[in-house]
């Protein structure tokens, strides 16, 4: 295993409070890593440290097993998407993109921009300013003033966050793509499980924080370890310590009624049924193909497979 | 309310502003244009008849010298204040919630006569000064540094005393400033001097041109300061238009000094405002 960055325990205390409590956590070179959590998780305070805009109260972070948390921001090799792009509002998208490279005085600048340009489709747009330009496209100008650099790293915090959803689930593909194609590391912050799911490699689960379970998206969806991660991944009706997802339930009419329907509420790509069983649990179920209408005050019979169920102490 | 109602009111509405600009500003203005343009009277005040001399005369090397080193010491204030200026605004605005008590202290000085600490400069500057005193005392110099009467002592005063105009729109600048850029700045690379330089400078260009402007153009004007710590060595061009109303008793000439002055700003205003067309000024 060829980890790139690592967090050894990394703990972040604001007064009292314990933003971010003993982090460990190792990315791969190349992988698509995010911390999803609800916000003040911790998520992205844990992203700031690694960026070096935090210090850790405790811990040690290692970027290609070199120590980095004593590191200035200008000494770390990673680079940072921000969640509002912090564009220099002054600069073009060209002057913008070459803000870092300047620095390092590489001499073929124009061409890596050029390329880089390319890459994110701005070419043609860069004597523009941010402010004439859409909020996808700024989204791609932060995307190539970090790329440029070639961070060991890339730390995006909730970069999609600030756009229409529209455009957020187009742009979240082409982040997927373009990752795949530079084969930088991404360590990406969000709050939305969608996203997560459907853009990662693996995931770390954060809470009150504590990095709660860290797996793929399989892993974590199908099997979470805590109620919290089980929850906050999706919809779940709670019997005692056993878990079941409404898409679980099935729904039937041939052996006998245990439940009545109590509501119906169509959603396109399946109908959830809000459901009161005769035992006085009420359950929620998420079908796509229904026999017949079930139709509020109908009775029906509910039930799971004991595969879909999940456990917790 | 129909259209006719409503521009007759709004006549009336405006009707004490004008009156204002008219009494206070347009006719003062009117009579000192009035004054330029005609001869100097035996005792002071004017007579007949009308001539151009007043303006001619401004052209003496004499008064050029004063204009220019009017304009250089104005020049060297503002550079000055703005020197002194930037650091302190910036540590201003970064000073969380001690922003207001910092704000408060800068502008402290302003509670008491102006003339009363221009006075206080002199004790500090003269040749038996504190600072030279001191000095003598710790054995550093044997005689004392000339500090008082002469340019350099004009421009301390001078920067004493608009510091604040130049540091008030500066932290306002500043303050508005969004953090993350700094933070992005750093995260590209760039060392905090170079993100000071390349970032925060640039983005505060509205509020150096407003600081600078407002330091400027009083500087330019100034006649307490230069005549109390120039000690008529170090005359600028508002020693000498004050001069023409008193003891020189020529009131045409002090008059057409006046025009010019104002002139001069203004174009230098224009010029500027043209540059600053998305109305970052003030």
Redesign the interface.
Known sequence: MDAVLELIQISKHFGAQRSVDRVSLQIQRGEFFSLLGPSGCGKTTTLRMVAGFEEPTSGEIRLNGQSIQHLKPYQRNVSTVFQNYALFPHLTVQQNIEFGLRRTGAADIAKRVREMLELVQLTGKESRLPTQISGGEKQRVALARSLVMAPDVLLLDEPLSALDPNLRKQLRGELKSLQRRVGITFLFVTHDKEEALSLSDRIGLMHKGVLEQVGTPEDIYLRPRTRFVASFLGAMNWFGPVGVRPEAVRISNETAANGVVQQSTFLGNCVQIGALLDDGRSILAETSRLAGSLAPGQRAHFWWHPADELTFE | MNRLRMSRLRTWFLAPAWAITLVLFLAPLGIVLVYSALTRGAYGGFSEPWTLESYTRLMDSLYLVILLRSFWIAAASTVGCLLLGFPLALFIARSGRRKNLYLSLVILPFWTSFLVRTYAWMFLLRDTGLINATLQKLGLIHDPLPLLYNDGAVIIGLVYSYLPFMVLPLYATLERL?K??L?????????PW?AMW??VV??CAPGIRAGSVLVFIPCLGAYLTPDLLGGGKSVMVGNLIQNQFTSARDWPFGSALSLVLMGIVMALLFGLLRRDSEGGLL
């Not at chain 2, 933070?183 to 060392?191: I, P």
């Open positions: 969004d993350s850029l933070e992005a700045a750093a995260d590209l690379g760039a060392r170079q390349r970032v640039p983005l």
